[in-house]
């Protein structure tokens, strides 16, 4: 195996944050630090006399999908929850990137009765190669309502709004009040008018985003997120109530397939559709020594962890020869960085606990859960076996032809020329790097033999998401403060 000289956590650290101003919609700040991004989409919402002007484009295209986007959102505000005290001066960007997401979600929500889930036309929008700045495809503002129910992206905004509260409560605390208020309000909407967003607005939104878990797990995980920021009980009551709803013996992953699990499923996937996992090692914090509360949240959450380390008998995942963590389906780092996030947070909970836990082949402590995090951190920034990083930017050896619009096109600085439709292709077909680095990027990440193809048509391979970075800032910052550290 090719091993990287070095990790330089940090570094990587500060590239995976900056990588949210590359995914930036509007009017973009006089702070902008990307500056190969230029203002683009500043019409958002005028079809319906709104404000939609904002946000973040979710990966390589130019739409703006709220699911993921709220995702995101969720994910970097649990990141500084976690472990913003270990951020340093990072924090502040970090701060920034998840303020550039709830500013747009109260946009989003600033209508009693209805949410927007998505600004841009999927199909018009993948018909063409375009600079997020030339956009002159179709921007429908696509919303969900008392009557087109859409209950997984409301409550999955509720509980971006809700964890976003806590993370400005010592920074800003009127603002912090400003989201706990919505949330409250858009969580109410979901869990009064439910229905999948796939029956309301499926048309545009699958099959890129579509639901295959159902909104169940988003109302509980909204309304634990709720329960976090307010200690209300009757959010607490509602997660207890539901939570088993959510066990089903076959279940769908992230990427619609079928996952078939012994005593239910509901603990063993995380992302952007499935919230189970993060539910319960979310609750594990407050009630691991509470035995009248603990069941399931303990139990699943002890499933979850024996079902990602290397030669448990209840395994669910597989690893490549070089160690990577695999699921079924494309975008493979998503589960990487997602996974070793719940990983690092319950290895800590479990810390504070005095708990281990046995998966059948010994017992679990909190470092076997660090190292195997770790093990994954570090194999997407280069210690592969094609010594690759797979955060763009960092390191010497980094995917040059990523699937992203903006960074294959020239910059306006260099072409301020309007470039059209089909235009683009050129550039897309071209045998040379993008022009534009989006520094902090990750990526699909490699194949299950370790093989990586740089190329804008493997989609799976070379495309960045924010719903990849999210989490890993979170992991990053653990690991900037801890590499020294002995794990116990």
Request: hydrophobic share 35%.
């Amino acid at each position: 195996m090719t091993r990287a000289t070095s990790i330089n956590y940090a570094e990587a650290l500060t590239k995976s944050i900056l990588f949210f101003e590359g995914q930036r919609s509007g009017k973009l700040p006089p702070s902008q630090r990307m500056t190969w991004r230029k203002d683009s989409a500043l019409r958002d919402g005028s079809d319906y006399h709104m404000d939609m002007v904002g946000g973040y484009y979710d990966a390589g295209d130019n739409v703006k999908f709220h699911f993921p986007m709220a995702f995101t959102t969720t994910m970097l505000a649990w990141s500084v929850i976690e472990f913003g005290d270990l951020m340093g001066s990072e924090q502040k960007n970090a701060l920034e990137a998840i303020r550039w997401g709830t500013d747009y979600f109260l946009k989003a929500t600033k209508f009693p009765g209805l949410v927007v889930a998505q600004v841009g036309n999927s199909y018009s929008d993948h018909d063409c190669w375009e600079r997020p700045e030339d956009m002159d495809t179709s921007r429908t503002t696509y919303f969900v309502s008392r009557k087109r129910p859409g209950s997984e992206v409301s409550a999955e905004i509720a509980a971006a709004l809700a964890a976003s509260s806590i993370a400005f409560r010592r920074i800003d605390h009127r603002y912090s009040i400003v989201l706990l208020n919505r949330a409250k309000l858009v969580f109410d909407f979901a869990n009064k008018y439910r229905g999948s967003y796939n029956d309301s607005i499926g048309a545009v939104a699958c099959p890129f985003y579509c639901d295959f878990s159902g909104y169940m797990d988003e109302l509980i995980w909204g309304a634990t997120w709720l329960y976090k920021a307010t200690g209300e009980s009757s959010y607490w009551n509602f997660v207890k109530e539901n939570i088993h709803s959510i066990e089903y013996p076959v279940m769908r992953n992230i990427n619609g397939f079928p996952v078939l699990v012994n005593n239910g499923g509901s603990f063993a996937e995380f992302g952007w559709d499935c919230k189970h996992a993060g539910i319960n090692v979310l609750v594990s914090q407050w009630v691991m020594a509470d035995p009248s509360n603990a069941s399931p949240f303990i139990s699943n959450a002890d499933k979850f962890i024996c079902s990602l380390l290397p030669g448990s008998p209840t395994n669910s995942v597989s690893f490549s020869k070089g160690g990577l963590m695999f699921k079924p389906g494309g975008s493979n780092l998503q589960h990487a960085t997602s996974l070793s996030f719940l990983l690092i947070v319950y290895a800590r909970h479990m810390q504070a606990a005095n708990k281990v836990v046995s998966c059948g082949n010994g017992p679990a402590n909190p470092s076997r859960l660090i190292n195997l995090a770790k093990s994954q951190v570090d194999y997407i920034l280069g210690n592969n076996p094609l010594g690759m990083s797979y955060m763009v930017g960092y390191g010497k050896k980094f995917p040059q032809k990523i699937h992203h619009r903006g960074s294959t096109l020239p910059s306006i600085n260099v072409h301020p020329q309007h470039i059209g439709c089909r235009d683009g292709d050129q550039y897309f077909k071209s045998p040379g790097p993008n022009p534009n680095i989006l520094t902090g990027a990750v990526v699909g990440g490699p194949a299950q033999d370790d093989s990586f193809e740089d190329s804008r048509y493997n989609v799976g391979q070379s495309e960045p998401t924010t719903y990849m970075n999210a989490p890993f800032v979170g992991v990053l910052a653990y690991f900037n403060k801890a590499t020294h550290s002995k794990f116990t």
